[in-house]
C-alpha cells in the first residue's frame, strides 16, 4: 500500500513541475514513465487479488449426493423449502470447515463416484457392500421406515404379511421393501392381484378413490406427498413395519477434498447431535411433516 502512496506522491510531483513550473527534463519524464508503468502493473494485479478475494467461497467445498426423495432430498425437483436432509447438511457440514456442493446423480454412476472419491458424501443406512468405499457417522440424520398406508375412514388392521391377502394391494414399481415383502410383492404380481403404478402421486390416488385398499411406502415420503396435495386427513399410516432403516452421514474412503475424513465425522455428528438437543432438529422436521424424535 506505500508504493501506492508512493505513486500518488510521484504523480503529483510532476504534475507540479510540468504544468505549474513548466519544467520537465528528458531523464525526469523517463523516470516518471517508469514510475507509472510500474503503478499500473501494481493497481492491476492488487485490483485482480481483490477480485479473487471477493469471489472466494469462505470453505472449501465438498461434492453431496443429493437425490430425488422427498421430503429429504427433491433433488431436481423444484420446491420452496430445500429439503430435510439438506437443511441438517447445510447446518453441519460448515462447523468441520466445508461447504456443501449438492449434486444430483443417476444411481450407478453415484456408486461408481463413490467408490473412486470424484464423490465425497452420501447418507445411507448400513450396509456391509458399501463398507470398503465409505465411512460412517454415528449420529443418524433420519429413519425412514416402509408402513402400509390405508384410508383414514378404513378399520384395515395389518399385524402380518397374510393380512395383506384380502386387500387389493398396491406396487410403487422400484421399491425393494424388505426381502420378505419384496417375494410377498413377486407372488401377488403373479398371481395378478397386484396393482402396479409409477409415481407415488398416483399410489395416493388410486387409495383415494378407492382403486385400492392399501400401499406401502416409507412413512414420511407418504406424508409430505399428502400434505402437497392436500389430502392428509384422509389417510393413515398403518403401524406395521415393513422395515425401517437409519441414515447417516457417509464419506468416501477415496476422498479427494476431505482431509481428515473420520474428524469431519466426528465434527458434524457432534453439530447433529446439539442441534437435537437444543430443539432445532425438531423444528425444521416440523416443516416436513416428520416425526422428530424417531432417530
Not at 519544467?23 to 514513465?33: A, G
Not at 493497481?43 to 467461497?57: K, M, P, S, T, W
Not at 393380512?163 to 410403487?172: E, I, S, V
Not at 422400484?174 to 402396479?196: N, V, W
Amino acid at each position: 500500500m506505500s508504493l501506492l502512496v508512493l505513486c500518488v506522491k510521484m504523480e503529483q510531483i510532476r504534475y507540479f513541475k510540468k504544468e505549474i513550473l513548466g519544467v520537465e527534463s528528458t531523464e525526469d519524464l523517463m523516470k516518471m514513465n517508469l514510475l507509472s508503468i510500474v503503478c499500473i502493473v501494481l493497481f492491476i494485479g492488487l485490483n485482480g487479488y481483490i477480485l479473487r478475494a471477493d469471489e472466494q467461497v469462505p470453505f472449501p467445498q465438498v461434492i453431496v449426493v443429493e437425490n430425488d426423495w422427498p421430503p429429504y432430498f427433491f433433488g431436481e425437483t423444484h420446491e420452496q423449502l430445500p429439503g430435510f436432509a439438506r437443511e441438517l447438511l447445510q447446518k453441519c457440514i460448515p462447523s468441520a470447515g466445508y461447504v456443501a456442493k449438492f449434486q444430483f446423480y443417476p444411481l450407478k454412476r453415484m456408486y461408481s463416484y463413490l467408490q473412486s472419491g470424484e464423490i465425497d458424501i452420501a447418507l445411507f443406512s448400513h450396509k456391509a457392500d458399501r463398507d470398503s468405499f465409505v465411512l460412517y457417522g454415528r449420529e443418524s440424520l433420519f429413519s425412514s421406515g416402509y408402513r402400509p398406508v390405508i384410508r383414514s375412514e378404513t378399520d384395515i388392521r395389518i399385524d402380518s404379511l397374510d393380512d395383506f391377502d384380502a386387500l387389493r394391494l398396491g406396487h410403487l414399481a422400484g421399491l425393494k421393501y424388505s426381502p420378505s415383502f419384496l417375494e410377498y410383492i413377486d407372488r401377488r404380481q403373479k398371481a395378478g392381484s397386484l396393482i402396479t403404478t409409477t409415481t407415488g402421486d398416483s399410489a395416493l390416488r388410486m387409495l383415494l378413490e378407492g382403486i385400492i385398499d392399501v400401499f406401502v411406502d416409507t412413512q414420511d415420503t407418504v406424508l409430505w406427498r399428502a400434505k402437497k396435495m392436500g389430502v392428509l386427513n384422509r389417510i393413515k399410516i398403518v403401524d406395521y413395519d415393513i422395515k425401517s432403516s437409519d441414515y447417516f452421514m457417509a464419506v468416501a474412503k477415496k476422498t479427494k477434498r476431505i482431509q481428515a475424513p473420520q474428524e469431519f465425522l466426528d465434527t458434524f455428528d457432534r453439530c447433529l447431535a446439539e442441534m437435537k438437543k437444543n430443539g432445532e432438529y425438531t423444528d425444521i422436521a416440523k416443516k416436513y411433516t416428520i416425526q422428530a424424535g424417531r432417530p
